[in-house]
Nanobody, 118 residues
Framework: QVHLEESGGGLVQPGGSLRLSCVAS????????MGWYRQTPGKEREFVAN???????AYTDSVQGRFTISRDKAKRTVYLQMNNLKPDDTAVYYC????????????WGQGTQVTVSS
C-alpha cells in the first residue's frame, strides 16, 4: 500500500502561481508512473499531467505551457508547478501513482483544493 499526501493548494488570483507537492510513503518512482488529476463538482476527474518512470512527461492541452510536472526521487516527491492560473483551473487536485506494468494497481492522494478567483 502506497500512501500519497498532497499539499500546496490554496486561493490565488488569476495570473498567479501555486506549486503542489505529493509525497509518497515509499520510493515508487522506479515502478510507478506518477501524475495529477483534477475534479470539479458534478464533473468527472480530469487528467492534468503525468511523469513516467522513464521521466517522460505529458500534459492535457489546457495546461500545456503553464504547468510543469517534476519529481525529486530523494524526497519521494512529485511537484506540479502551476503558472498563469485561470479561474477554470479551480478544482480539487489529486495525485496518483500507477504501476508501470499493472495499470489496475493505482493509489490516490486525498486531494488538495485550488481556487483561482479575484
Amino acid at each position: 500500500q502506497v500512501h500519497l499526501e498532497e499539499s500546496g493548494g490554496g486561493l490565488v488570483q488569476p495570473g498567479g502561481s501555486l506549486r503542489l507537492s505529493c509525497v509518497a510513503s515509499e520510493n515508487v518512482f522506479n515502478t510507478f508512473n506518477m501524475g495529477w488529476y483534477r475534479q470539479t463538482p458534478g464533473k468527472e476527474r480530469e487528467f492534468v499531467a503525468n511523469i513516467l518512470v522513464s521521466g517522460r512527461t505529458a500534459y492535457t492541452d489546457s495546461v500545456q505551457g503553464r504547468f510543469t510536472i517534476s519529481r525529486d526521487k530523494a524526497k519521494r516527491t512529485v511537484y506540479l508547478q502551476m503558472n498563469n492560473l485561470k479561474p477554470d483551473d479551480t478544482a480539487v487536485y489529486y495525485c496518483y501513482a500507477r504501476h508501470r506494468l499493472h495499470a489496475a494497481v493505482i493509489y490516490w492522494g486525498q486531494g488538495t483544493q485550488v481556487t483561482v478567483s479575484s
